[in-house]
């Protein structure tokens, strides 16, 4: 009897075992089945709690009026690993419905056919305004006519200043005051930059997110020089031109000898007060909510070819592997239409031609004066190029991380790591 | 209220006849049965995730597949041949063999040091022991991510050695001082196991042979070489085999320490094919590479199982 009731047991359990492992391996988690009830899901690289609050409360707006969208999750997922995380979730059948891509993925995702053509949604929504939406913004995220992903986010890379560290290193122009006087020069900054880290603890600039792996951030450096990675085709290396000797070599100096910039291996956060300039975008600006010391904005310097701004974007497309494109794309159109597009300014520059001016960008973003708005977000859209993107990005970036290591060390041959880099890239550019 | 059983127990542990005329479940039947329900899960879970993708991984590796815009075509011998002519294999493969000769060999010697140490009756012991196992049950992740901070170059180590008067090297940055770093974060985690395994070994080594041996006159050194080492070689062996395995597939500790730079200096094998698969999303070429390190792991565990007999006393 014993005997028997521990077979019925083990039946038992084996059979709930079965049944877990076919309920785990059936469920997705987005409800797949009917389309009578469905949950969204969007990856995104912001984890800043007042963004997601942001987000949750523009979805849930958006689903007191559609009761068939059961939920709408906002799925986070680190910046450092975002595009990676992404692809494997295409890969095992378990895409998002809608994704942020990085302007650097834009070619990759667009010509691939991940992503659906957002046109015919945007342009039927009630109210869109889709001609509102600016063609510079739009162009990285087209195919001939059809836009492929809504550009939520265009942010110009812009120079922070920490005004205590300069007051304290002794520098007695401040980059606004250059700027004003027309000598807002990449050497009057790494002098500036060099001055800090001379006569302070701290370090003098930092370019956010590069740590030497990250070479697409220098991209708004070089650019002052007129270089360029590759050509507007994608098809010619850049590395080996003159101009982006001259700007690496500039670059270079400023590291290894008058110490400007942190080495290779040594980390400082402007945000944290550790430096007295950083280069980023300036939606970082949310990094400075508490005020931990007085700091101040200013477009990038200007290089011998002139002032060059650069953007970073990012945009959200609709995954064509998803189970629910149309509710997805339905969903993007509300939310980037012009009243959220209006509210999601106080993070992410919009796209639209009527909602940056200002006016509309004081209300958003009460951190930066007019003037700020003015001369680096307005004017950054309206002149600045977003960084370079390829077909190819993430290959590329792997094989230029590698062939440009060489070059962060004292004494380095500048003109031959970049020989070397045209080397390593040229079979990647035109495959 | 009275019941009648009918007393047709078969005695247990037998596999008796059927006790009647189209009875399928025969007690035979029934334990076959129970057998299979219990290692079913476990047979479905070895099925789905790792014969399953074993097999997708050798038939993705003669395919071309762009996970972005899901088409997969045949390719030959294309992602193999793609391998050796690849400019970054040899120093992956330049990797990849002095990551493992270095691990195995600090490893194995100072896991085998540390049991002899710890194996002699002094007070305090017990307190090494802990300490030197402890990193075995921390978080990889965490003990990871504390090394990445203790050397960089304006790190806690180049700091104390700069106490001292020491111009520290910049660890993760170095052409040869990233790889020796990895080696040595990956050492210091995992060499805790290692000595326990030795010590258990050690503990099992007879006194009457140690004795016998030292009445014949052996010194110390000539003990441990020619009695201790020859009776533990059965772990010898087991930690060898666990440890070269392992060390090819070191993922975590190059991806947040040196993401396999400076210049591919520290680019193994297995960060390589994860690199190809994942960042690049070329699949074809990642299942290759992952095809190769496979086979480079079974053939390296096969000659250490065939050369036993040669090193473990009781094959011989």
């Given amino acids: 009897m014993r005997t028997r009731r521990l077979r019925l047991t083990s039946l038992a359990l084996s059979a709930a075992s079965l049944l877990a492992l076919s309920l785990a391996g059936c469920s997705n988690g987005s409800g797949s089945?009917?389309?009578?009830?469905?949950?969204?899901?969007?990856?995104?690289?912001?984890?800043?709690?007042?963004?997601?609050?942001?987000?949750?409360?523009?979805?849930?707006?958006?689903?007191?009026t559609h009761p068939d969208i059961t939920s709408i999750a906002f799925d986070y997922i680190p910046i450092d690993n975002y595009t990676t995380a992404l692809t494997t979730q295409i890969a095992g059948s378990n895409p998002p419905d809608m994704a942020w891509v990085l302007e650097r993925d834009a070619p990759d995702f667009v010509?691939?056919?991940?992503?659906?053509?957002?046109?015919?949604?945007?342009?039927?929504?009630?109210?869109?305004?889709?001609?509102?939406?600016?063609?510079?913004?739009?162009?990285?995220?087209?195919?001939?006519?059809?836009?492929?992903?809504?550009?939520?986010?265009?942010?110009?890379?812009?120079?922070?200043?920490?005004?205590?560290?300069?007051?304290?290193a002794g520098v007695t122009q401040t980059p606004d005051e250059l700027l004003a006087a027309h000598q807002w020069t990449w050497q009057n900054a790494e002098k500036m930059a060099t001055q800090v880290a001379a006569h302070t603890d701290k370090q003098g600039l930092v370019v956010?997110?590069?740590?030497?792996?990250?070479?697409?951030?220098?991209?708004?450096?070089?650019?002052?020089?007129?270089?360029?990675?590759?050509?507007?085709?994608?098809?010619?290396?850049?590395?080996?031109?003159?101009?982006?000797?001259?700007?690496?070599?500039?670059?270079?100096?400023?590291?290894?000898?008058?110490?400007?910039?942190?080495?290779?291996?040594?980390?400082?956060?402007?945000?944290?007060?550790?430096?007295?300039?950083?280069?980023?975008?300036?939606?970082?600006?949310?990094?400075?909510?508490?005020?931990?010391?007085?700091?101040?904005?200013?477009p990038l310097p200007a290089g011998p070819a002139g002032a060059s701004q650069v953007i970073g974007?990012?945009?959200?497309?609709?995954?064509?592997?998803?189970?629910?494109?149309?509710?997805?794309?339905?969903?993007?159109?509300?939310?980037?239409?012009?009243?959220?597009?209006?509210?999601?300014?106080?993070?992410?520059?919009?796209?639209?031609?009527?909602?940056l001016t200002t006016a509309t960008l004081a209300k958003a973003n009460p951190m930066f004066t007019p003037q700020q708005l003015q001369d680096v977000v307005i004017d950054g859209?309206?002149?600045?190029?977003?960084?370079?993107?390829?077909?190819?990005?993430?290959?590329?970036?792997?094989?230029?991380?590698?062939?440009?290591?060489?070059?962060?060390k004292s004494g380095a041959d500048v003109g031959s790591v970049l020989a070397g880099v045209c080397k390593a890239i040229a079979p990647a550019l035109s495959e | 209220m009275t019941t009648t059983h009918k007393t047709t127990r078969e005695p247990a542990g037998t596999a008796g006849p059927p006790t009647g005329p189209g009875r399928f479940w025969t007690l035979r039947r029934q334990d076959a049965a129970s057998g299979w329900l219990f290692v079913l899960p476990q047979a479905l879970g070895f099925l789905a995730f790792v014969l399953y993708p074993l097999i997708a991984v050798v038939y993705y590796s003669f395919h071309t597949s762009n996970v972005l815009s899901g088409v997969t075509k045949y390719a030959g011998t294309k992602n193999y041949s793609q391998l050796v002519h690849d400019p970054a294999t040899p120093s992956v493969a330049r990797a990849t063999v002095l990551f493992c000769i270095g691990l195995v060999v600090i490893n194995i010697a100072l896991a085998m040091?540390?049991?002899?140490?710890?194996?002699?009756r002094l007070r305090g012991t017990t307190?090494?022991?802990?300490?030197?196992?402890?990193?075995?049950?921390?978080?990889?992740?965490?003990?990871?991510?504390?090394?990445?901070?203790?050397?960089?170059?304006?790190?806690?180590?180049?700091?104390?050695?700069?106490?001292?008067?020491?111009?520290?090297?910049?660890?993760?940055?170095?052409?040869?001082?990233?790889?020796?770093?990895?080696?040595?974060?990956?050492?210091?985690?995992?060499?805790?196991?290692?000595?326990?395994?030795?010590?258990?070994?050690?503990?099992?080594?007879?006194?009457?042979?140690?004795?016998?041996?030292?009445?014949?006159?052996?010194?110390?050194?000539?003990?441990?070489?020619s009695v201790v080492l020859p009776m533990i070689s059965p772990t010898t062996l087991l930690t060898t085999i666990v440890t070269i395995s392992g060390s090819l597939q070191v993922f975590a500790q190059i991806q947040i320490l040196t993401e396999g730079g400076?210049?591919?200096?520290?680019?193994?094998?297995?960060?390589?094919?994860?690199?190809?698969?994942?960042?690049?999303?070329?699949?074809?070429?990642?299942?290759?590479?992952?095809?190769v390190l496979f086979a480079i792991i079974l053939v390296l565990t096969l000659i250490q199982w065939r050369l036993r007999k040669k090193w473990v006393f009781y094959e011989s």
């Fill in chain 2, 127 to 225: 307190v090494f022991r802990t300490l030197f196992f402890s990193p075995v049950v921390v978080s990889l992740v965490a003990w990871t991510i504390t090394w990445n901070f203790l050397l960089q170059n304006n790190g806690g180590i180049n700091s104390i050695l700069h106490v001292v008067g020491i111009d520290g090297p910049n660890w993760l940055r170095g052409d040869n001082s990233a790889l020796v770093s990895v080696v040595i974060v990956q050492v210091f985690k995992n060499v805790g196991l290692n000595m326990v395994l030795f010590l258990a070994a050690l503990q099992g080594v007879p006194r009457s042979l140690l004795e016998a041996a030292e009445i014949d006159g052996a010194g110390a050194w000539r003990r441990f070489r």
């Fill in chain 1, 313 to 355: 974007q990012a945009g959200i497309g609709v995954m064509t592997k998803g189970s629910h494109k149309q509710q997805a794309a339905d969903f993007l159109a509300y939310f980037s239409d012009a009243a959220n597009s209006a509210k999601l300014a106080r993070y992410f520059p919009p796209a639209r031609t009527s909602q």
């Fill in chain 1, 111 to 168: 010509s691939s056919g991940a992503l659906t053509d957002l046109t015919p949604t945007l342009k039927k929504a009630a109210g869109y305004q889709y001609d509102d939406l600016t063609p510079a913004a739009t162009k990285l995220w087209k195919q001939g006519a059809d836009l492929y992903a809504y550009p939520f986010s265009t942010s110009p890379f812009g120079m922070f200043y920490n005004k205590d560290l300069l007051k304290k």
């Fill in chain 1, 208 to 298: 956010r997110d590069w740590d030497y792996k990250t070479w697409i951030q220098l991209a708004g450096m070089w650019r002052g020089w007129g270089a360029d990675a590759w050509s507007a085709d994608g098809k010619t290396c850049g590395f080996d031109s003159p101009q982006m000797q001259q700007a690496m070599t500039f670059l270079h100096d400023a590291i290894f000898t008058d110490k400007a910039l942190p080495g290779p291996g040594e980390t400082a956060d402007f945000f944290a007060g550790e430096s007295g300039l950083t280069i980023t975008q300036i939606s970082r600006a949310t990094l400075l909510a508490k005020h931990p010391f007085d700091w101040g904005i200013v």
């Fill in chain 2, 262 to 291: 400076p210049n591919n200096r520290t680019n193994v094998l297995v960060y390589f094919f994860y690199q190809q698969a994942f960042d690049n999303h070329d699949f074809g070429y990642g299942s290759a590479v992952a095809v």
């Fill in chain 1, 33 to 64: 089945g009917g389309d009578s009830k469905v949950s969204l899901r969007m990856t995104v690289w912001s984890n800043d709690p007042s963004q997601t609050a942001l987000f949750n409360s523009i979805a849930a707006d958006y689903r007191k």
């Fill in chain 2, 113 to 120: 040091l540390l049991a002899v140490l710890l194996n002699q």
């Fill in chain 1, 381 to 408: 859209i309206k002149t600045g190029a977003v960084l370079p993107s390829h077909k190819n990005s993430a290959k590329i970036a792997n094989l230029v991380q590698n062939a440009l290591d060489p070059m962060w």
